[in-house]
């Protein structure tokens, strides 16, 4: 009897078994149907390659813009991508030691470095910087160094923002004069921009990337790999921050990040409104800060809760670097 009984629980076990397999296979399918399109979207919105084609996709995964990168470095808000030239071009810049030192300490030593080792990833918003990241990005792609660039803001939610011109250094702001908040019709100039949530970006394209198995450089002294992100997005870090503290991917995903908060000083600034790009029908916030010592309070505690946490793997280098701001450097050369 007990040789019967076994020989129909193992038969049971194994219809069960091919069930689940069936089940699995189906929902892989479905899985890949739903992404593919999304893959595609990315590289027609931005009329650019933005996978490196040393990085196939597997059967059983959709393909990562971060594929085949052994470091990445994410520039929010990357201006006129003066931080990739940081990284990639270090001893032309030799005042911009803020980011330098940030480099060093997550990257290794310049002399040690290999540029083939690294995905840059910037986004900009300002239409005003477009021509200039498409000239860096064609210099990097001839020396073969990976330069993607993103003309979008980011957020936490996706959608469109509008940016308002302003006459002086930052060409464009998200958060318009008081005047502005009051009456519409006192507005500056507007431009649209698409924006996209940055959380949930790192968790498609840079969480759980294929990374090479060894780095070309720091022969000796790898450090990797690592991803970093530099954030100076002009007052959008007041909605950026506080969702990759909630998502999670800020202290899963990023080694470090250097940036700053931007806290106006002056009493006349506040309240500044901070209206959501998804809107509050699609789940978005918006909220206010009212005075100065209130946001220096939110900031500090934000702060607070990333340097407490033991869990969290997260550096923080709040100081920006904005020496070189009108760089003047040409671009490089494959040697020939």
């Known amino acids: ?99 330098r030192k940030f480099f060093v300490a997550h990257f290794g030593p310049e002399i040690l470095r290999d540029n083939r080792d690294f995905c840059i ?57 008081i005047s502005c908040q009051h009456n519409k019709d006192k507005c500056p100039p507007q431009h649209q921009v698409p924006v996209y949530r940055l959380s949930d970006w790192i968790d498609r394209e840079v969480h759980g990337r294929i990374i090479p198995s060894r780095a070309y450089g720091g022969q000796g002294f790898v450090t990797g790999p690592h991803v970093t992100m530099k954030m100076d997005i002009e007052m959008m870090e007041w909605l950026v921050f506080p969702d990759l503290i909630s998502s999670g991917v800020l202290c899963r995903d990023i080694d470090a990040v250097m940036g700053e908060f931007h806290l106006q000083s002056t009493w006349y600034l506040y309240p500044v409104t901070f209206h959501n790009p998804g809107g509050e029908e699609n789940g978005g916030t918006n909220w206010t800060l009212h005075n100065y010592t209130e946001a220096e309070a939110f900031r ?13 793997k997260t550096k923080l280098v709040m100081r920006d670097d904005e020496s070189h701001a009108d760089d003047g450097m040409p671009w490089p050369k494959p040697l020939r």
């Open 121 to 177: 990833f910037a986004f900009e918003p300002n239409p005003i910087h477009i021509n200039r990241h498409m000239g860096m990005k064609d210099a990097y792609t001839n020396m073969g160094w990976r330069y993607h660039f993103f003309p979008a803001g980011v957020g936490d939610k996706s959608g469109n923002l509008t940016f308002y011109r302003v006459d002086d250094q930052l060409g464009f702001t998200s958060v318009p004069k």
């Open 300 to 312: 500090n505690y934000m702060l607070g809760m990333i340097h407490r946490n033991h869990n969290c």
């Open 1 to 99: 009897m007990s040789t019967h009984s076994d020989r129909r629980s193992s038969t049971r076990l194994l219809a069960f078994t091919c069930v689940v397999a069936t089940m699995a296979c189906i929902n892989i399918v479905c899985l890949m149907k739903t992404l593919n399109p999304l893959q595609q979207q990315a590289a027609a919105n931005h009329n650019t390659t933005l996978v490196d084609n040393n990085a196939p996709a597997t059967h059983h995964r959709r393909r990562q813009l971060a594929d085949g990168c052994y470091h990445v470095f994410i520039d929010a808000g990357s201006n006129i991508g003066m931080h990739a030239r940081f990284l990639f071009e270090p001893t032309n810049y030799p005042k911009a030691w803020i980011a």
